[in-house]
């Protein structure tokens, strides 16, 4: 592991909370593992510091066009492309963190695609974490020779999208893929949207009422 960025050695693993968690960089990440003697690790990253737009890529490499990854995160919007295409010169990785702050309950959205990166020789995941702590991510899936592992409710597919709650805290939102094989791109797009306290419903409602009142004075 190199010392400019730090990440965790399996799709599934990077979706554990706690210890394996701690250090690791928002931003983006590519790196290409080439196969025994032919070379050392290539790595590149875009460290964030907060929201805006990161990129990281393999021109100038002989890896050039098999790995890239750009992560575009706003306050209550990330969104996340990706493509980490192997083979028997190299193991790729592309790899998206953005860190969400969350002040009160929410609904959590997400739309993602993992569909191109599947099978043998490929592990590709996305996972929502709680950095309080928890042994397994709030919501995710990861996909590891095919094999699908989900959390949360989500279904265990490839392609799919999933709304569900989570309570105000901090989160890491994370999709990476590692691929010894050829493999195509992947992405999501997630929202974060506050829910109304239950006593804001019957505000807005008595509001309604008393507006309705004074229009028929």
């Known amino acids: ?4 960025t730090t990440v965790v050695s399996s799709a599934v693993a990077a979706l554990v909370a706690g210890s394996a968690v701690a ?3 928002p931003g983006t990440m590519v790196r290409a593992i080439p196969s025994s003697g032919e070379g050392t690790a290539i790595t590149r990253t875009d460290p964030a510091a907060g929201p805006g737009t990161y990129a990281s890529d393999l021109d100038g490499t002989p ?18 492309t990706g493509l980490a295409s192997g083979g028997a010169d ?5 790899q ?26 490929v592990e590709a995941s996305w996972g929502l974490i709680d950095l309080a702590g928890g042994s397994d991510p709030t919501y995710g899936v990861a996909f590891d020779d095919g094999a699908g592992t989900a959390y949360g409710g989500v279904g265990t597919t490839a392609s799919g999208s999933f709304v569900g709650a989570i309570a105000a805290g901090t989160y890491m939102l994370v999709m990476l893929a590692d691929a010894s094989t050829v493999a ?6 997630a929202s974060f949207t506050a ?9 807005l409602a008595l ?3 008393l507006g309705t009142r004074r229009r028929l004075r």
């Open 96 to 121: 998206g963190i953005a860190i969400v702050d969350v002040a009160s309950a929410s609904q959590f959205s997400i739309n993602w695609n993992l569909s191109q990166a599947m099978g043998v020789g």
């Open 63 to 80: 890896f050039a066009g098999r790995g890239a990854a750009q992560l575009v995160w706003g306050a209550s919007t990330v969104s996340f």
């Open 90 to 94: 190299a193991t790729l990785r592309t």
């Open 1 to 4: 592991m190199d010392s400019s």
């Open 207 to 209: 509001a309604g009422v």
């Open 195 to 203: 829910v109304p306290a239950p006593g804001v419903f019957a505000l």
């Open 184 to 189: 195509g791109p992947i992405g999501f797009s």
């Open 23 to 25: 250090g690791i960089t």
